[in-house]
């Protein structure tokens, strides 16, 4: 088997998987948001990344702050981020955003040359703004619906539009393609560690600052998500989430303030809610 193509194989069975527990357990859940029918198994789906965030990856991200200096984990996160940069242009070029498209390129073009290997972020100091799209983003542009909402072993949040989409991602993610297995892993798990490090602090406030995290988390979401795929101006939607539990995010202004803020968050694979949490932890204080 081609090694470039196995984190999309793996990925897939990862959503045959899911879907098969779906089948199985989700669908007979009675749910409080008509956005999620699958609240039952997302809901213990949530638990499982909970969990596994606290015994094996939080701790890890630890070490690897105590290890590594500011400046350096900044240099890292630099890299990745300028490794994701082409598709993210292609991304915007998809949409018919051409001027964010070829912004995009020159990004990867001028911090892969002058910020040696994107080691330093000169393009940003030059006025080309940092942008994060998918391909998720790019069907909601081209008309197709976000469906349901789905919480991924490992990967997090989506909508299934998204979930469908994340193979694609995948198979195209500079990271992710690397075909020598030892140094694709030591890539992946030091992108993992280097962006969970740097959300280390806001658990504390996230815990302490709503009744049902779930609900926080899934609300905001799929609000900062329809932030992105409409640019900052999605058309305004009428549904009744009039029941007050304390738990959900209000539609309103400081929903649309706070999907703003999140839209220039960037959703690394496998770590997606915990950016999320930190941009709204960053806005409340």
């Known amino acids: ?36 029918p699958l609240e039952g198994y997302n809901r213990a789906m949530f638990s499982f990344n909970e969990g596994l965030d606290k015994a094996v990856i939080k701790p890890a991200a630890q070490v690897y702050e105590a290890v590594l200096p500011s400046p350096v984990r900044t240099g890292v996160g630099n890299v990745f ?39 330093f972020d000169i393009a940003s100091e030059m006025g080309f703004a940092k942008h994060d799209e998918d391909f998720g983003q790019t069907l909601g542009r081209w008309g197709v619906g976000d469906g349901a909402y789905i919480v991924l072993p490992f990967f997090g949040s989506r909508t299934l ?36 490090a740097n959300l280390l602090g806001v658990d504390k406030t996230l815990d302490e600052g709503t009744l049902d995290k779930y609900t926080y ?8 998500r329809r932030y992105k795929v409409f640019d900052g101006n999605p058309p305004r939607v009428y549904e009744d989430f009039s029941r007050v539990d304390g738990n959900s995010l209000p539609l309103g202004r400081a929903a649309d303030e706070l999907a703003a ?19 709204t932890d960053e806005h409340f204080n």
Request: hydrophobic share 45%.
């Open 261 to 279: 803020v999140a839209v220039e968050d960037l959703e690394l694979l496998g770590i997606g809610d915990f950016a999320m949490r930190a941009r």
């Open 1 to 36: 088997m081609n090694a470039t193509m196995r984190p999309l194989r793996s990925s897939t069975r990862v959503l045959v998987l899911t879907a098969a527990v779906l089948l199985g357990t989700g669908c007979a859940t009675t749910a409080s948001n008509p956005q999620d």
């Open 217 to 224: 988390v899934r609300d905001f979401y799929l609000e900062q």
């Open 161 to 196: 539009r998204d979930a469908a989409m994340l193979p694609v991602d995948l198979s195209v993610d500079a990271v992710s393609s690397v075909g020598h297995i030892p140094t694709r892993n030591t890539m992946i798990g030091v992108r993992l560690m280097n962006t969970r």
């Open 81 to 119: 981020g300028n490794l994701g940069d082409p598709w993210i242009g292609i991304n915007n070029l998809l949409q018919g955003k051409v001027a964010d498209a070829l912004s995009d390129m020159m990004r990867f073009v001028f911090n892969s040359t002058f910020g040696i290997a994107g080691l």
